[in-house]
């Protein structure tokens, strides 16, 4: 992806905050725990998170009693999480740009990312989430991966309204298994800044209405940025199979990852 394609995808995300916030899925119980059993996410863990959106995972967090700077690009997407956090002293939401904001002068515990890591300029992000953090704490990138799993008669033909109505489409894409879906640890391997590297990850399903999907897939950059005709068209394709094969609701199955990694130095 060029600079220009990441700028201007990621900044889609802004258009609409109230349906992001209404349709993207939170993330599974167990992640919170975990974060706690390996970056001490609870009651006075000073936390960073880079790229909230609209709060799915900072109000979990703030209501463990962490205490969260939240730097959000969008201020449509910060607006809406920080009336989420409101009631919630110890959270911060900061509109700005993370490669451009200037670090605090005390060091986080933990550097978080939830399915936001990917949007950050990479050659800026490791060596600056490594400065926000004190020695032995910890940055953790949570991702979402569509996997093979749920209604899967309707993803194998939901393929084919893609062919046809988005030009980026690859043919023959299928669903792949959890199993299948690489660990990629090698920036941080690069990096003398983090050590320890370690992997969570929690496989869980969503049903969806048509209506439902549709509004959830109008959430995602790569459908936001098509034609106004060709999204139509999608979204009628896609509808269609919905209603009239599955009986108006389908099952996607999501898989969460946490990738965790230690800073290097005395803890």
Known sequence: MTDQDRERLRRTFTEDAELYDRMRPGYPPQLYDDLADLAGAGPGCRVL????????MTVPLAERGCRI?????????????GRKLADRPGAEVVVAEFETWQL?????????????????????RVAKAADALRPGGSLATVSTHHIKGGTEPFFAAAQRC???FDPTTRPGITLEPAS?????????????????????????????TAEQYLDL????????????????????????LIDRRHGGHVTKRYMTELRLARRAGAG
């Open 49 to 56: 998170e880079v790229g909230p959106g609209t709060g799915q």
């Open 69 to 81: 700077v939240a730097v959000e690009l969008g201020p449509a997407m910060a607006a809406v999480a």
């Open 162 to 164: 893609y062919e046809r």
């Open 104 to 124: 605090p002068p005390h060091p986080f515990d933990l550097v978080l990312a939830a399915t936001s890591w990917h949007w950050i300029d990479p050659r800026i």
């Open 217 to 240: 897939l109008s959430t995602y950059s790569g459908h936001r940025d098509l034609d106004a005709t060709a999204r139509a068209g999608l979204y009628d394709c896609l509808a269609a």
């Open 180 to 208: 299948r879906i690489p660990r990629d640890s090698a920036e941080l391997a690069e990096s003398d800044s983090f050590t320890s590297v370690v992997f969570r990850r929690y496989a869980w399903d969503a049903t969806y």
